[in-house]
C-alpha cells in the first residue's frame, strides 16, 4: 500500500471520476506506480480537462455577480476583477447588504432586469445560464456549482407571470455554424442515401459489344490450359482481377509447370509472393493441390468424382435407361464404380478430386470440359454442328463475373438470360443496339439497364 504522501497525486488524478471508495487506494497506487505510465499520463490528461466546463460556469457566475454589484463607490480598483468575485464564491462569501433596506439591492437588480427584458439582443437567456444567475441572486452564500447543472428559478420573480423563469443578461450562442449555412444544410437532409449494392452482385468487368472477339476474362485465355485456368481462378478468390492477375502472371512466369507449383521447397517464396492478395496460406494448398493431381491423376473422360452439393450433370435421358457400359464412374468418398443410371452418378464430375468448390467448377465446366470430353475444339462448340448445345448452355453460376459472361454469351445467341432461373427471353433490338454502343451499365441487381444516348 502506498503512503498517505505518495498517495496525493494518485488521488489528484482521480477526484474528477466516479470511483468505488474501496478501489480508490488501490487505483491510486497503480497510477503512480511506473508500471502504468502511458495509462497514468492519459487519466491525468482527463482530470485535468475535467473541470473546464465547471470554471466556465463559475467565471459566468462571478461575472454576473459583478455586473450586479454595479459601480463601486469609490474610486479603488478593488473587486474590479472578475477573479475576485470567483475567489469570494470558492472560499464563500456572505454579500453585505444595506442596514437601512435589506432588499434594496435586490429590488434594483429586478427593475433593472425588467428594462433590459426589452432588449431583443439579450432574449431569451439560455437555461443553464438562467439557472446559473438566479443561483447567485437567490442565495445570500455562494458556493461552488454542481456538477449537475439543474435550472432553478428565484423566489424574488413571482410576480414576473410567465417570464418568471428568464433573465435576459447574456446573449445566446448560435448553435448553427456560419460556415454551414442553411440552405445547403436541409438540403444534404433531404438528398437521398443511395444504397450500396449487396457484395458479389455488380461484376467488375465492362460489359463487351457482342460483336468483340472475348468479353475479357481470365478463363478465356487458359481455356486450353485446366491447370492454369484452375490456379488464375484461384487467385481471384475473393480478390478483384487487377489486383490478383498481375501477381498470378508473377507467379507463373517464376513457376512455369506444374512441377514447379507441387515442390514443397517451392511453398514458402509462393505464399511470400502472394502473402498481400490474403488467404495466402489456403491459396497455395490449392494450387499445389492441382498441381500433385494434374500430376499423378489427371482428369479423364468417362472417370469422375462425386461433388457434394453442386449442379447434378444432364443426362440424356436414352443414354440413362441404356446404362452404357463401360462408362466407369468412382465415388469419392468410398471408391467404388456407380453406373450411369445410379443417382449418385449425376453429381459426379471428372475433376471432382481435384476441388469442391462451386466457383473452379463452374469456371472448368464452362470453359474446359466439351474439350476435355472431344465433344468440340474450344468452350463455343467449334467444329460442331449448328444444333450442338456447348456446356456452358447448362451452368447457372453464382459468381458476379461468371454471370455477366453468360449473359453476354446468350446475348450472341439471341436471347437475354436470366441467371437466378435460367430463364429465356428473345433479345431485344434495342438491348442489342445498346450493348454493341456500349450503353449499357449494371444495375443494382447485377443485370443490365440501357443508358439514354
Not at 466516479?18 to 508500471?35: Q, T, Y
Not at 452418378?345 to 463452374?362: C, F, M, R, V
Not at 430463364?423 to 449499357?440: C, D, H, P, S, W
Request: hydrophobic share 35%.
Amino acid at each position: 500500500m502506498a503512503t498517505s504522501q505518495r498517495s496525493r497525486y494518485g488521488y489528484g488524478v482521480l477526484s474528477a471520476f466516479d470511483v468505488r471508495p474501496n478501489s480508490r487506494d488501490f487505483l491510486a497506487d497503480v497510477i503512480e506506480s511506473a508500471g502504468a505510465s502511458v495509462e497514468a499520463q492519459v487519466l491525468l490528461r482527463q482530470s485535468l480537462t475535467a473541470g473546464a466546463e465547471d470554471w466556465h460556469y463559475l467565471i459566468e457566475c462571478a461575472e454576473s455577480i459583478r455586473r450586479a454589484r454595479g459601480d463601486p463607490s469609490d474610486e479603488s480598483l478593488d473587486e474590479q476583477d472578475v477573479l475576485a468575485f470567483v475567489w469570494k464564491i470558492l472560499v464563500g462569501w456572505e454579500a453585505p447588504l444595506p442596514a437601512s433596506e435589506p432588499w434594496e439591492q435586490t429590488d434594483r437588480l429586478i427593475a433593472k432586469a425588467k428594462a433590459l427584458e426589452q432588449d431583443l439582443d439579450l432574449w431569451p437567456l439560455s437555461s443553464i445560464a438562467t439557472a446559473n444567475l438566479n443561483q447567485c441572486l437567490g442565495s445570500s452564500q455562494f458556493t461552488t456549482k454542481s456538477k449537475n447543472h439543474r435550472t432553478t428559478t428565484s423566489h424574488y420573480w413571482s410576480s414576473l407571470g410567465s417570464h418568471q423563469t428568464a433573465t435576459p443578461l447574456i446573449k445566446r450562442s448560435s448553435t448553427i455554424s456560419p460556415y454551414f449555412p442553411l440552405s445547403s444544410t436541409e438540403e444534404t437532409k433531404k438528398s437521398p442515401v443511395r444504397r450500396r449494392p449487396p457484395p458479389g452482385t455488380i461484376a467488375t468487368v465492362s460489359f463487351a459489344p457482342l460483336t468483340a472477339p472475348r468479353f475479357g476474362l481470365v478463363q478465356e485465355l487458359f481455356a486450353h490450359d485446366p491447370f492454369w485456368l484452375l490456379i488464375a481462378v484461384t487467385f481471384l478468390v475473393k480478390t478483384k482481377g487487377k489486383v490478383a492477375m498481375p501477381v498470378f502472371y508473377k507467379v507463373k512466369e517464376r513457376f512455369p509447370t506444374p512441377t514447379d507449383i507441387a515442390n514443397p521447397s517451392n511453398r514458402d517464396e509462393i505464399v511470400d509472393m502472394i502473402r498481400h492478395l490474403g488467404l495466402s496460406s489456403n491459396r497455395v494448398t490449392f494450387m499445389q493441390r492441382y498441381a500433385r493431381g494434374f500430376l499423378s491423376d489427371p482428369p479423364k473422360p468417362g472417370v469422375r468424382y462425386r461433388v457434394k452439393n453442386y449442379d447434378s450433370r444432364d443426362i440424356d435421358p436414352a443414354a440413362r435407361a441404356l446404362s452404357i457400359a463401360g462408362d466407369s464412374v468412382a465415388d469419392e468418398d468410398t471408391g467404388t464404380i456407380l453406373t450411369e443410371g445410379s443417382p449418385d452418378n449425376l453429381e459426379s464430375w471428372e475433376i471432382g478430386h481435384l476441388t469442391q468448390g462451386k466457383y473452379a467448377l463452374d469456371s472448368w465446366r464452362i470453359f474446359c470440359r466439351d474439350e476435355l470430353l472431344g465433344r468440340a475444339e474450344d468452350w463455343n462448340g467449334k467444329g460442331r454442328e449448328a444444333q450442338f448445345q456447348p456446356e456452358w448452355m447448362r451452368v447457372m453460376p453464382h459468381d458476379k463475373e461468371l454471370r455477366a459472361y453468360l449473359r453476354w454469351m446468350w446475348m450472341r445467341e439471341g436471347w437475354e438470360w436470366d441467371p437466378d432461373t435460367g430463364e429465356r427471353t428473345v433479345l431485344r433490338e434495342e438491348m442489342r443496339r445498346a450493348v454493341n454502343e456500349g450503353r449499357v451499365e449494371y444495375d443494382f441487381s447485377g443485370g443490365l439497364r440501357i443508358l439514354d444516348s
